[in-house]
């Protein structure tokens, strides 16, 4: 049975840094995609970041280019997004998912996903 724990969330304040991890287990772990979603209250899940099995390609959400950065040790079963320069607007449960090798920012596409990690960014 494959499990993805994420880890690494929290209360920090703007312009704060968090680095969520997102651990595997039960699955090869290659060759599929590793992507972050996350979904604030009353609104639709939504595509921050992803990264493809060999870390070869990487995408980001517009949102999210040039504070985060998404990256994966493969042969910890682990994957990563570094979160800087936080702002209220990120606040949100951040989910990590595996999906297809061909990184796609859509959530439909996903198979496999974590239970998400509450993030609240402070004024």
């Known amino acids: 049975q494959v499990q993805l724990v994420e880890s690494g969330g929290g209360l920090v304040q703007a312009g704060g840094s968090l680095r969520l991890s997102c651990e595997v287990s039960g699955y090869t772990f290659s060759p599929l995609a590793m992507a972050w979603f996350r979904q604030a209250p009353g609104q639709g899940r939504e595509f921050v970041a992803g990264?493809?099995?060999?870390?070869?390609?990487?995408s980001y959400a517009e949102s999210a280019k040039g504070r985060f950065t998404v990256s994966r040790e493969n042969d910890k079963d682990t994957g990563y997004l570094q979160m800087k320069s936080l702002k209220p607007e990120d606040t949100a449960v951040y989910y990590c998912?595996?999906?297809?090798?061909?990184?796609?920012?859509?959530?439909?596409?996903?198979?496999?996903w974590g239970q998400g990690t509450q993030v609240t960014v402070s004024p």
């Open positions: 998912a595996l999906g297809p090798p061909v990184l796609s920012p859509a959530w439909r596409a996903y198979d496999y």
């Open positions: 990264i493809t099995w060999t870390g070869e390609r990487t």
